[in-house]
């Protein structure tokens, strides 16, 4: 019998009719999500979709398979709905940009178990969510905070640098990729607008970003952990110094000692630490050596 797990992927990809949207919806990676539907295509015997540059679509042996998923989705929305109230399991609630929530959601098993008093709700954003008045309980930042009755750990430091994909045709005249202005939130966006490059394509989010490198459109900046990890990506240029951070984990003060959010902190801390290496840019894959360095 086929992993309901896989099927659930298959459903959102499905549906949204691409990886971006699928990561978004399930918290796996676009990199994760492909590998996984792959992997079905291979153990099922069938071509499950079209892949293209505007997306999956579905091929005939596909559209037969969504229909016979469609109403075991929707049966485990039911008993998962059932199952909480039933429960009574708290949310405990992150707040993250998208490269870390598609890092950790790369890494759910080590900050959940099924037996878990609690489940885990990812609220994937650039835009901060207020600790201070309880929109989430954690958050992820790139900075401690400032005001608020809120506490905070740092955790581990990341650095940035210019990734492009390792198959590209003519690295050497390639352009570069972009979070558009209006979406430009973290400061390794803001540094590539400010830069003397040629601009080939834009995007409204890092993950599409990330998806428009692995698709060689051109060269765009990343966290380290996030490009050295994709082996279909190599790094464009040096490390960008000036973008290096350290991450802090935030929680509101008065909050932090409730058993789930002190569990859950904890368990993001000893997930940081053991990828220290990646997150500081001390892993990469393959240095290409081309493009522009920055």
């Known amino acids: 019998m086929q992993n309901w797990d896989d099927l659930r992927l298959f459903f959102h990809i499905a549906e949204s009719g691409g990886l971006s949207a699928a990561a978004r919806e399930t918290g796996a990676s676009p990199a994760t999500l492909g590998r996984r539907m792959l992997a079905l295509e291979e153990a099922l015997g ?61 890494h759910f098993t080590e900050l959940w178990r099924p037996e878990d008093p609690f489940r885990i709700t ?109 082996p279909r990506l190599t790094r464009a240029g040096a490390l960008i110094d000036e973008l290096t951070e350290r991450q802090h984990l935030v929680t509101h003060n008065d909050d932090r000692h409730r058993p789930e959010i002190r569990e859950v902190c904890r368990r993001i801390s000893t997930l940081f630490a053991r990828h220290a290496p990646l997150l500081a840019g001390e892993r990469p894959i393959g240095l290409a050596g081309a493009g522009p360095e920055a």
């Open 46 to 106: 069938l071509q499950l979709f079209v892949r293209s540059r505007n997306g999956y679509e579905l091929t005939p042996a596909g559209q037969g398979l969504l229909a016979r998923v469609k109403p075991m989705a929707a049966a485990a929305r039911s008993l998962d709905q059932w199952l909480d109230a039933a429960g009574n399991r708290p949310a405990v609630r992150i707040s993250a940009g998208t490269a870390t929530a598609a890092f950790m959601a790369d």
């Open 122 to 230: 990812f609220c994937t954003t650039e835009v901060r969510l207020d600790i201070a008045h309880r929109e989430v309980e954690i958050g992820i930042r790139n900075s401690p905070p400032t005001s608020g009755n809120l506490a905070s750990k740092p955790l581990q430091t990341l650095r940035f640098a210019p990734f492009r994909a390792r198959h590209m045709a003519d690295p050497v005249s390639a352009g570069w990729v972009a979070v558009d202005e209006a979406h430009a939130m973290h400061p390794a966006a803001r540094w590539v607008l400010r830069q003397p490059v040629q601009v080939t394509a834009w995007a409204s989010s890092v993950a599409t970003m990330h998806d428009l490198v692995r698709g060689c459109a051109g060269i765009g900046v990343m966290p380290c952990f996030v490009g050295d990890a994709d």
